[in-house]
Nanobody
Framework: QVQLVESGGGLVQAGGSLRLSCAVS????????MGWFRQAPGKEREFVAR????????YYTDSVKGRFTISRDNAKNMLYLQMNSLKPEDTSVYYC???????????WGQGTQVTVSS
């Protein structure tokens, strides 16, 4: 049974930082591309960042470039998202997701709430 469990969300003031974690089990973690997505109330889910199975390649949506860093620890089956200089518009539920090779993301976590106050 595949499980992705996010943690680390919370309430933070604008300009602050949070580190999200995603614990993955039930799949061969180091063969999956991993991503972070977010969804704000009344809005569609949007892509935030992704990282290759090796950890050597990353990609970010423009709005978080220079502020967020995605990383992974294949030995621990963990995915991370370091979020700095947070803005109120970053307020969302954040989800981690897994994709095999070049396939679509097929496994999703339950989400963790991030709220940034102004």
């Amino acid at each position: 049974q595949v499980q992705l469990v996010e943690s680390g969300g919370g309430l933070v003031q604008a300009g602050g930082s949070l580190r999200l974690s995603c614990a993955v089990s039930g799949l061969t973690f180091n063969t999956y591309r991993m991503g972070w997505f977010r969804q704000a109330p009344g809005k569609e889910r949007e892509f935030v960042a992704r990282i290759a199975w090796s950890g050597l390649t990353t990609y970010y949506t423009d709005s978080v470039k220079g502020r967020f860093t995605i990383s992974r620890d294949n030995a621990k089956n963990m995915l991370y998202l370091q979020m700095n200089s947070l803005k109120p518009e970053d307020t969302s539920v954040y989800y981690c997701a897994a994709a095999k090779y070049n396939a679509e993301y097929s496994y999703w976590g339950q989400g963790t709430q991030v709220t940034v106050s102004s």
